[in-house]
């Protein structure tokens, strides 16, 4: 298993549900952070969280806006003089018939849940490109490979991130750079509660089960390399 402690990694969406359940986990393991979210007051809320001498670095801001988006890499790199480790996890939900999805909606599902983690990774490579083990996981969706009903807009931003994911990951992996791909069924947040109001929490994956997937993946860096892992609630019927 790797060692995890002192690598430094950025986190988007670290201000709830997945994304502060992996910045604990990462903590846990000495892992240096970036936390990057729209409220500040959350993300000090998700500071507040880590294990005691975590060394924590807060990025407020709006992943919309492109100056504070590029800048983030940037910063991590500053605080930390590396960067290892990149997580895509932040997004935004619509439940809405297609023939009701506005343009203005789509455009910024798409905007968040795809064009934010493209130029985010673009950003990040140049750091990523001088560690000894760089990683970037991004989260995605069950829906990057199903088609629900009232999910198009949602669907294809995870459909977009899948693609990404997979075409980066053959550029970059002859320079050691892996590019992992989670996709959760039903996981127990706000965003789902919007995305999918007919589920019950009853059975659902809790976030802190991501959370673990992701630092399977991180920890466990060996000749065996796991490309993507889709996860389904135990009560959904396998494969």
Do not use: W
Not at 130 to 158: F, H, M, T, W
């Amino acid at each position: 298993m790797e060692k995890l402690a002192g690598r430094a990694a950025l986190i988007t969406g670290a201000s709830g549900g997945i994304g502060s359940c992996i910045a604990m986990r990462l903590a846990q393991s000495g892992v240096r952070l970036a936390l990057c979210g729209r409220s500040e007051e959350k993300l000090r809320h998700t500071a507040s969280s880590l294990p005691d001498g975590a060394d924590c670095l807060l990025l407020a801001g709006d992943l919309l806006d492109d100056a504070f988006l590029l800048d983030c890499p940037r910063r991590a790199q500053a605080r930390f003089g590396q960067l290892d480790i990149l997580v895509n996890c932040a997004g935004m939900a619509l439940s809405r018939p297609f023939a009701e999805t506005t343009a203005a909606e789509y455009d910024r599902i798409m905007a968040l849940n795809a064009r934010a983690p493209f130029l985010l990774m673009q950003a990040s490579l140049p750091y990523l490109r001088a560690s000894d083990r760089a990683e970037i996981v991004n989260i995605a969706s069950v829906c990057a490979q199903k088609g629900y009903p009232l999910q198009s807009a949602y669907s294809a931003s995870k459909h977009a991130l899948a693609g990404m994911s997979k075409s980066l990951a053959n550029e970059v992996y002859s320079e050691g750079i892996r590019v992992h791909l989670i996709s959760p069924g039903g996981v127990f947040t706000d965003m789902v509660r919007v995305a999918r109001p007919d589920l019950s929490p009853e059975g659902m994956i809790l976030p802190e089960d991501v959370a673990e997937i992701a630092a399977f993946l991180l920890e466990h860096r060996t000749n065996a390399v796991i490309d993507q892992i889709d996860v389904h609630r135990a009560g959904k019927q396998p494969f």
